[in-house]
């Protein structure tokens, strides 16, 4: 009896060899096939979770309609993308496009997709995959925040299958960088959109109620379950294309829970209290409250120094006829004499605003580009200190003059009075205007602080023009300067301090549309930087806008976070999300 | 009598807090707008009669705070130098009451040292000097809105008691209306629609007496229920009957009646409207920067990274109280002495 148990055992034990042999050689054989990439980054440990939290319930699922930072954030950890901006070192490198080349004439772009790969119901990525997704984009009907990107030289780029894993961009003209175009624009599935595309439901499709067996994306997660108000509950995807060295399959995270926490303070507590385990987007006075409590709660907290952000003080330079705003467009003769914007700018006390406002958790700006673009940024800029003598002097030499009480008077003897809009929901930019106020009454400047909430400022910014000078702060998305060609170009959407010209107002500004113009059509780096050089110089010493500081990205993460490396290009820390694991 | 005694108190106690406010330019060492950049946060400073040597001194001194290390917002002591506190000093020029112009405070200490009683705020604003300055705007705004209130308040409920009718129910419905009104986002509408060149004092003003209009509804429905119960007292019918006019009613005997109800609304309200000015500066719509109010106080507040790192802020919200309490103590006193002197 004994002997016939055992010679059983043994014949058990050499079919289960068998099956895991042959299972082994199958998995082998599949990621033989499978083009998979293999990552350099440190071993983690798969399994648990991982909670952070985010502002708000995501407003779509949808990545062609997502248009808010939240609702990105949630979707990119579910997408993937061709050709990926490596957030460490700022540049564009492989990712479901396994290779790409680029025509002498940098007008077409052939990217070759890597092979076996599978969305994350199983089904696999072929080139048919990525021009419907291009189709998507591009479709004025759908009207997605993406297609302006897309247009280049006033064109869509069109999109061409080569075959089954090859498609071919085609550009109207030689664009520079093009390859960072491609940064964050999901490649979808085919199969689950195409019926609702051709039935005219794409809009409707992918929504937040829509149940998670209806998606399915290339990212490192896949939706689990989302609860409005509450969560929204990630799962591993199975068939990630991501393998670290020693051949696992990426992420290491089974769980990722995104919880909605509406304000700032709730989310440090959050996070103080060991609720979530990363934490981003928050103040220096935060920082530095989590900061004591670092060595017995053993967070880790990381000043990445200054990000992409640049706030800046700018006055109304729009041209105001037929506006009926008398009184502005008397105070613009002001705004519109360079010396008084350099007086200003000499007045103001950068040191102060870095130290007061961000507990030097900041940098001082003098130009657009922040010292954190370190590809971008022009070393040889001048960076005066305040000086309230070279203030005085600049509007000594335009016919200012001051009264017996050292109120500063303009040329024809009316004092100088203006205001300054900020948003009331933001406390840094209303603490910067209380600065300048108290800096400029030195000069004799009488300046009101009117803060107003978001909507009526934009509001008034954007569409009324009502209003005389405003703080607010701008961050490209990318450190590459044609991100930044809507802020710059003087009919560009975001070209805040003049948003009427029909053709460029001043000499500086045509010289700024023909210096941007050129550096999107040259291909080469060093000559690009000479453009963009020019640019800031001219910022600068025009100051359409007077660049104040460059807040540093703050980021934090429970002691449990393996692989912890932030950027200061967003998403600071979730962007190796797919690296990340659990201690 | 021991009524009496408390009432007296609270009155002698109100009416020296409204008298430092009124003197806040005197009783102020420093400006409410003066910045001093370097002590930003700065604790309250301390008052030694002994020195870092043990040796006493009659008169009180204070240490200069310097920054620890480039650490934002963590001061020592410079044990170096001794600021002595000296009464009747030369400073920063004021107004008292909008008129008088003077340079002498009441103390202070020579520069470069500074003395904050109460600590700084972020930019390093003397805190007590807020404090003071900040009394003036709170209770003028407490003042001018309850005034509105209790004013209009009178015209409506003494028309809707006297004539009833179809005036009581078009009077009366419309204060319900005006109580049901969402008026936080009646003043973002006003604000949001004001011309930029009105200064941000005017704007203050003109929101404090919007709110003091909209809220005339509940004096109005207290002050028209005593008229309605007076018009038909029995001297009011015999004037009526020797052929007294309605506005010789009104004026002679009906709204004396009203006149305690008036009072303690007033003080009611007061308060009541301070605390709405520390609501509206909670939500961006008070007194501007660089103007001090105790709204613009409490809402530093409003910061978790404030509330766990500076606890001088809370001096402000602490020193309050008092304030409050001795306004519903004189409300409640006053409503006693009303209904005795009524029965």
């Known amino acids: 009896m004994p002997k016939a148990a055992t010679k059983r055992r043994a014949l058990v034990c050499l079919a289960m060899i068998l099956v895991a042999a042959l299972y082994l050689a199958n998995t082998r054989a599949a990621q033989q096939k499978e083009d998979v990439m293999v990552t350099s980054n440190a071993l983690g440990r798969p399994g648990g979770t991982l909670t952070l939290a985010v502002r708000s319930d995501p407003k779509t699922l949808n990545p062609v309609l997502a248009v808010d930072e939240t609702t990105r954030e949630i979707i990119d950890c579910m997408n993937a993308d061709l050709i990926h901006i490596n957030r ?496 | 009598m021991r009524r009496t005694y408390k009432f007296w108190i609270t009155l002698v106690l109100l009416a020296g807090f409204h008298l430092a406010i009124f003197f806040a330019g005197f009783l102020a060492p420093y400006s409410f707008s003066a910045q001093n950049r370097d002590f930003s946060y700065a604790p309250p400073s301390r008052i030694h009669f002994v020195d870092s040597h043990g040796k006493f001194h009659v008169r009180p001194f204070v240490y200069q705070w310097i920054t620890v290390a480039h650490r934002y917002g963590s001061y020592e002591e410079n044990g170096q130098k001794a600021y002595p506190v000296r009464f009747f000093v030369a400073g920063a020029p004021y107004k008292l009451a909008g008129i008088f112009s003077s340079h002498l405070h009441l103390f202070g200490v020579d520069t470069p040292g500074r003395i904050f009683i109460l600590g700084t705020d972020d930019y390093g604003r003397d805190q007590f000097s807020r404090l003071l300055y900040g009394g003036q705007i709170s209770l003028a705004a407490g003042w001018i809105a309850a005034a509105f209130s209790i004013l209009l308040g009178a015209v409506i409920g003494c028309l809707a008691g006297f004539y009833g009718g179809w005036i009581d129910d078009v009077l009366m419905r419309g204060g319900e209306l005006f109580l049901a009104l969402p008026w936080l986002y009646l003043l973002f509408a006003v604000r949001a629609a004001l011309p930029l060149q009105v200064s941000q004092g005017q704007v203050f003003l003109l929101l404090i007496v919007v709110i003091g209009m909209i809220g005339w509804a509940r004096p109005a429905r207290l002050i028209r229920g005593i008229v309605l119960s007076a018009k038909q007292r029995n001297f009011v019918t015999a004037a009526r009957a020797f052929g007294a006019s309605d506005a010789y009613l009104l004026r002679r005997h009906i709204l004396p009646q009203t006149y305690g109800v008036m009072l303690t609304q007033m003080t009611f309200l007061v308060p009541q409207y301070i605390l709405a000015e520390v609501t509206l500066t909670f939500l961006g719509l008070g007194v501007g920067e660089p103007m001090a109010s105790w709204g613009s106080l409490l809402a530093s507040l409003q910061q978790y990274s404030v509330m766990v790192s500076y606890w001088w802020m809370f001096l402000p919200a602490l020193l309050l109280i008092p304030v409050f309490f001795g306004y519903y103590t004189l409300a409640d006193a006053l409503q006693e002495r009303v209904k005795s002197v009524a029965l």
């Open chain 1, 88 to 583: 460490e070192t700022q540049q564009p490198e492989a990712a479901l496009a396994k290779s790409w080349s680029i025509s002498h004439d940098g007008e077409t772009y052939t990217l070759h997709i890597r092979r076996g790969l599978r969305f994350s119901d199983g089904q696999p990525l072929t080139a048919d995959d990525v021009v419907f997704s291009f189709q998507l984009y591009l479709d004025e009907k759908i009207d997605s925040p993406q297609r302006d990107l897309l247009m280049v030289g006033g064109k869509p780029i069109s999109v061409e299958k080569i075959d089954d894993y090859t498609v071919r961009f085609h550009l109207a003209q030689p664009y520079a960088a093009a390859e960072r175009l491609f940064d964050g624009l999901a490649i979808l599935p085919k199969h689950l959109l195409e019926s609702a595309y051709k039935a005219g439901t794409f809009a409707q499709s992918w929504g937040v109620s829509a149940a998670p067996d209806q998606f399915a994306g290339l990212g490192p997660f896949r939706l689990k379950e989302y609860v409005p108000g509450q969560r929204i509950v990630l799962e591993r995807n199975p068939y990630y294309w991501k393998v670290d060295g020693t051949g696992r399959r990426l992420p290491y995270i089974d769980t990722l829970v995104f919880l909605f926490v509406p304000s700032e303070d709730a989310q440090v507590i959050r996070f103080q209290a060991g609720d979530t385990d990363l934490l981003s987007r928050f103040s220096a006075a935060d920082f530095s409250v989590l900061q004591r409590e670092q060595a017995a709660k053993g967070y880790q907290l990381e000043d990445l120094g200054s990000g992409l952000e640049y706030n800046f003080l700018f006055f109304n330079l729009n041209n105001l006829d037929g506006k009926n705003l008398p009184a502005i467009t008397r105070k613009q003769s002001w705004f519109r004499d360079v010396r008084f914007r350099q007086a200003v700018s000499a007045a103001i006390d950068r040191d102060g605003i870095v130290r007061l406002v961000y507990e030097g958790r900041a940098t001082p700006l003098w130009s657009q580009v922040t010292p954190g673009n370190k590809l971008w940024l022009n070393t040889a800029l001048v960076q005066p200190a305040q000086s309230l003598e070279h203030a005085r002097e600049l509007l000594r030499g335009a016919s200012f003059s001051w009264s017996s009480s050292g109120a500063l008077l303009d040329p024809s003897r009316q004092p100088v009075e203006f205001s300054i809009l900020t948003s009331s929901s933001n406390a840094e930019r209303t603490k910067m205007a209380t600065l300048i106020q108290d800096d400029l009454s030195k000069l004799g400047m009488n300046v009101h602080i009117v803060p107003l909430d978001f909507q009526s400022m934009v509001a008034r910014l954007l569409n009324s023009f009502d209003y005389e000078a405003a703080i607010m702060g701008l961050a490209s998305g990318d450190v590459d300067p044609t991100s930044d060609m809507n802020v710059w170009l003087s009919n560009g959407g975001t070209h805040l301090w003049n948003l009427t010209e029909s053709k460029p107002a001043t000499a500086w500004e045509a010289e700024i549309n023909q210096l941007m113009n050129e550096q999107l059509v040259t291909l080469n780096y060093g000559q690009r930087k000479l453009l963009y050089d020019r640019v800031q110089q001219i910022v600068a010493d025009e100051l359409p806008v007077i660049c104040l500081a460059s807040p540093h990205v703050l980021v934090g993460a429970s002691r449990r976070v393996g692989n912890f490396h932030p950027s200061i290009l967003e998403p600071s820390a979730l962007w190796n999300i797919d690296e990340l694991y659990v201690h």
